[in-house]
């Protein structure tokens, strides 16, 4: 549309006006803020749902933390982490870093054997106390 008179030209310059007491750009045309304001209201959308979506995490968390100590109150400590083997009145012995359960250790095979126990003397007595024919033997190298 072109205009040949003063009256187009103060209406361009009443509409510059309008958009930069508003905040807007006054070199902005009609079509960049209606994109704009699509763009304004995308953002908006997203998020308002990412607010709605933001609880479906921590809950996820909080029954991935509940079963894992379900499991650890059902099944107690694997005794991954055991000590090096420690001597105590001619037995070695190693203790589970976890949890402080002792089992007893043979030097000559490098393996811990028998039962565990959180009673030292318990497990030295249930050692002395085993026929010959119980105790770990020797493998070959």
Not at 20 to 42: F, I, N, R, T, Y
Not at 66 to 90: E, F
Not at 103 to 130: H, T
Request: positive net charge.
């Amino acid at each position: 549309m072109f205009c040949f008179d003063q009256s187009c030209g103060q209406e361009a310059d009443r509409i510059k006006m309008t958009r930069v007491l508003s905040g807007g750009d006054p070199l902005m045309s009609h079509q960049q803020e209606q994109g704009l304001e699509k763009a304004q209201e995308k953002e908006q959308e997203t998020q308002e749902r990412a607010k709605k979506s933001r609880w479906k995490v921590p809950l996820g968390l909080v029954a991935t933390g509940v079963a894992g100590a379900a499991v650890l109150i059902l099944r107690g400590c694997w005794h991954r982490k055991m000590s090096w083997p420690v001597r105590y009145q001619q037995h070695s012995y190693q203790v589970c870093l976890g949890c402080g359960i002792k089992r007893l250790f043979d030097e000559k095979v490098f393996r811990a054997y028998g039962p565990y126990s959180y009673d030292l003397n318990q497990l030295i007595a249930r050692d002395v106390g085993k026929p010959e024919s119980e105790i770990p033997q020797r493998r070959p190298a």
